[in-house]
């Protein structure tokens, strides 16, 4: 059964960064795409990142525009994990953070769409205060 925990979250103030951590198990892991997405209230869900987890290197992630230059995305192998460092928080950002993962294997490319995740997490709050 594919779980995937999401922590690292909390309240910041603004300029401040946090940590996300996505732990997955029950998952393959390498050679597939693990995403990040975020909702705020009354808003809609919005991709934020997502990563092919390779055995190699020089994959690029993939950001949205609202978030690019401030977070990056790694994957930890040790742990199964995709992490989500953030910085230059802004009140902006504050949602439910989730994470995704995909059941096809091989393919992490374009938009940060969530019909292309099929497993979720429970999510993780982040509060930015201004």
């Known amino acids: 059964q594919v779980q995937l925990v999401e922590s690292g979250g909390g309240s910041v103030q603004a300029g401040g960064s946090l940590r996300l951590s996505c732990a997955t198990s029950g998952y393959p892991y390498f050679n597939y795409c693990i995403a990040w997405f975020r909702q705020a209230p009354g808003k809609e869900r919005e991709g934020v990142a997502k990563?092919?987890?390779?055995?190699?290197?020089?994959?690029?992630?993939i950001y949205a525009d609202s978030v690019k230059g401030r977070f990056t995305v790694a994957q930890d192998n040790t742990k199964k994990s995709l992490i989500l460092s953030m910085n230059s928080l802004q009140h902006e950002d504050t949602a439910m953070y989730y994470c995704?993962?995909?059941?096809?294997?091989?393919?992490?490319?374009?938009?940060?769409?969530?019909?292309?995740?099929?497993?979720w997490g429970q999510g993780t709050q982040v509060t930015v205060s201004s």
């Open positions: 990563l092919y987890i390779s055995t190699g290197s020089g994959i690029t992630p």
């Open positions: 995704a993962a995909a059941r096809r294997s091989g393919w992490c490319r374009g938009a940060i769409d969530a019909s292309d995740f099929d497993y």
